[in-house]
């Protein structure tokens, strides 16, 4: 009896314990007691899950101030009708999955966004759906956050009407993975963000940059596809950073570029695909960057590298199908060009070793003349421009004399 | 005879009023910062510098323009005049001597200089309320933008 007695306290107890230390789901939706999310939020305690079910939610200002894992079910519609930010997470810890978010409001000063994270730590945004917003997703002073598998929607015509896809600010150690941007301003835009990474993301037809970087130290990106965007991708005021593997595809346009390099140093580029973009590369102002095994191939100029660059060693690479192969706008040369493929390399190769015996000149007369004066564009390929390509080829006396490949390969390489 | 002298002043007055120079309209989305090779995009912030043979620079931001101008990319001597756009005006350009400029970090302007600059001065107070900025003059701009 006795015994028995006991038994059934400490199985009370038990229980008790149980419900205090286990956090408790809630179910929200149209047919459930809770109907909306902000009142689910408002009863949930920090731990909770949340699960939404499907349907259209006209909510607005949504802030998630406790540490919530929320849900939605068969992706739940949340509409800002254009007026409103729609969720603002400020609480560390929040998980947010599986919402379609639709038309968040538009303002300047502010930049309201779908999804904007404020000053918080271990945030994670995935599967979401996020359709004509005006930001897409924002964090500013957010680490440790992951943004994943997110489809990111806009409609944007002018730039200063749209935001960004996904706009990291003063951020630290954030995950970028698997998402797919397009109609936005930029598709995913760094500045002042350090280690982090940016990988296996499809950014397509945004308005200006498929991504642009700014002030972001020590962060990777790999992976990547930028295709058909406004004018490439823009890398600018920024220390170790590496870029593998990513494709440039289809930025044409007079002022485009599949990579824009503005004051780079410690920098690696390898392994990337650029191909019919109007220029490849552009750099100005880089300093110390390894360009390697990289595959450059139909594109208007190949590389453009101003005289303002030093120590960049572009090797290894295979330049196929350009126009231009390199572009420069002075004397000065203190890059190393050396052990690259060039198809239009016409030097021969006597012992046989798979090296060209006589340099290569990337750089033509006409490309000199073209970086003063574009208006020449228009004598391209006519008879006279290729007879004076191929004397200054001989007698180099405009084009930069140290510019060249001393060991050509003469077949492509393999990457 | 008189028709001649007519012509002639006529051609005159043509001449000299096409040296006088002016602002152009900034074609945001489409025109380039001429320092930092962005495209300008934010109508907020766009700014020109002309020089005094008629050159027309556009540049994102005040910041980029002064850089631009000072780390002698051109003689600055040969600068006629800077032009920089009304924070909340559409897209007009002003004489830099006749505006007020505002610092904030909240401004987030192109490139991170984070300066607004007003040709009316009560709509600069107007903002500096809202979002807690620091009210300064053109040379602690030239400061500030130089020393960055």
């Not at chain 1, 992951?146 to 706009?167: D, P, R, S, T, V």
């Not at chain 2, 920089?84 to 200089?113: A, E, R, T, V, W």
């Amino acid at each position: 009896m006795k015994s028995s007695t006991l038994k059934f306290f400490n199985l009370f107890l038990f229980l008790i314990s149980f419900s205090i230390l286990q956090a408790k789901t809630i179910y929200a939706g149209k047919n459930q007691k809770i109907k909306s999310l902000t009142k689910a939020i408002e009863y949930a305690v920090a731990g909770d899950s949340i699960i939404l079910y499907s349907g259209k939610y006209f909510e607005k200002n949504i802030v998630i101030n406790k540490a919530l894992t929320i849900i939605g079910k068969n992706f739940p519609v949340i509409d800002g009708e254009k007026k409103y930010e729609i969720i603002s997470i400020k609480s560390d810890n929040v998980v947010f999955s599986g919402f379609k978010i639709k038309r968040s409001g538009y303002a300047t000063l502010t930049d309201p966004a779908a999804i904007k994270v404020y000053n918080t730590k271990n945030i994670t945004i995935s599967n979401n759906i996020i359709d004509d917003s005006f930001f897409g997703i924002y964090i500013q002073y957010g680490t440790n956050c992951k943004i994943l598998n997110n489809k990111i929607y806009a409609y944007g015509i002018e730039e200063q009407q749209i935001g960004n896809g996904i706009h990291c600010w003063k951020s630290d150690s954030l995950i970028i993975s698997g998402n797919y941007i397009s109609g936005h301003r930029d598709g995913i835009y760094f500045e002042f963000v350090t280690n982090s990474v940016i990988w296996r993301n499809i950014s397509k037809k945004n308005i200006r940059y498929g991504l642009h970087f700014m002030f972001s130290h020590n962060d990777s990106y790999i992976a990547n596809v930028f295709e058909n965007n406004g004018a490439g991708v823009a890398v600018m005021f920024t220390n170790k950073v590496k870029m593998y593997n990513n494709y440039f595809l289809n930025n044409w346009g007079d002022a485009a570029y599949g990579l824009l390099l503005k004051e780079i140093s410690d920098s690696y580029i390898e392994a990337n695909y650029f191909s019919s973009n109007t220029i490849g590369i552009y750099m100005e102002g880089v300093s110390r960057t390894f360009i390697r095994k990289n595959t450059l191939d139909k594109n208007g100029w190949a590389i453009k590298i101003q005289a303002s660059c030093i120590d960049v060693s572009m090797n290894n690479n295979n330049f196929t199908g350009n126009s231009f192969d390199v572009g420069t706008n002075g004397s000065l040369v203190l890059n190393n060009f050396n052990s690259n493929y060039w198809d239009k390399y016409e030097g021969y190769d006597l012992n046989h070793d798979k090296i060209g015996d006589v340099p290569y000149h990337p750089i033509s007369l006409f490309s000199m003349i073209i970086e003063k004066n574009p208006p020449a564009m228009i004598l391209f390929r006519s008879i006279m421009v290729s007879l004076l390509d191929k004397t200054e080829r001989l007698i180099p006396s405009i084009t930069p004399e140290n510019l060249k490949d001393n060991t050509p390969h003469t077949r492509k390489i393999n990457l | 005879m008189k028709l001649i002298k007519f012509s002639l002043i006529l051609i005159c007055f043509l001449i000299i009023y096409s040296c006088t120079v002016k602002p152009e309209p900034i074609k945001y989305g489409k025109d380039n910062c001429a320092y930092c090779k962005m495209t300008i995009s934010d109508n907020h912030f766009g700014t020109e510098l002309i020089t005094k043979k008629g050159k027309i620079y556009k540049f994102d931001e005040i910041g980029c323009m002064l850089a631009y101008a000072y780390e002698q990319e051109i003689d600055t001597t040969k600068i006629k005049t800077m032009y920089i756009s009304d924070y909340c005006g559409q897209n007009i350009l002003h004489d830099k001597n006749s505006m007020f400029f505002l610092m904030s970090d909240s401004l987030k302007s192109p490139m991170g200089g984070n300066i607004a600059s007003f040709s009316n001065i009560d709509s600069l107070k107007n903002y500096s309320t809202k979002i807690s900025g620091k009210i300064v003059n053109w040379n602690e701009v030239v400061k500030i933008s130089i020393e960055e």
